[in-house]
C-alpha cells in the first residue's frame, strides 16, 4: 500500500475529505458507492464494486431482483431450467 501523502482531519461527523487529485486519478465522482475494508490495524476505501452472490466474480456482474450475479453464473442456472 503506498501513502498518498496526504493528511484530513476527521470532523464531529466522522467525515474526511479526499483531494481532489485522489477522486480524480481513481476516477471518483460525486454520489459513487465506496467500499470501507479494515485490514489489520488499517483502513481500505475502495470503488464499490458489485461481486457476484453465488461465486464472488467481478466481471460482467448484471443485477436481478436486487442480487449481483455474474455472466457465468447466469448462464448456467440458465442451464439447470433447459434441464429441468
Not at 42 to 71: Q, T, W
Request: aromatic fraction near 4%; proline fraction near 5%; hydrophobic fraction near 35%.
Amino acid at each position: 500500500m503506498k501513502p498518498a501523502g496526504v493528511v484530513r482531519k476527521v470532523d464531529q461527523l466522522g467525515r474526511i475529505v479526499l483531494p481532489k487529485s485522489l477522486r480524480k486519478r481513481y476516477q471518483m465522482n460525486e454520489g459513487d458507492p465506496v467500499e470501507i475494508l479494515v485490514q489489520g490495524d488499517h483502513i481500505i476505501l475502495e470503488r464499490y464494486r458489485p461481486k457476484c452472490v453465488f461465486c464472488g466474480n467481478m466481471d460482467r456482474v448484471s443485477e436481478f431482483k436486487e442480487r449481483h450475479i455474474c455472466a457465468n453464473c447466469l448462464t448456467e442456472m440458465n442451464g439447470l431450467k433447459e434441464r429441468a
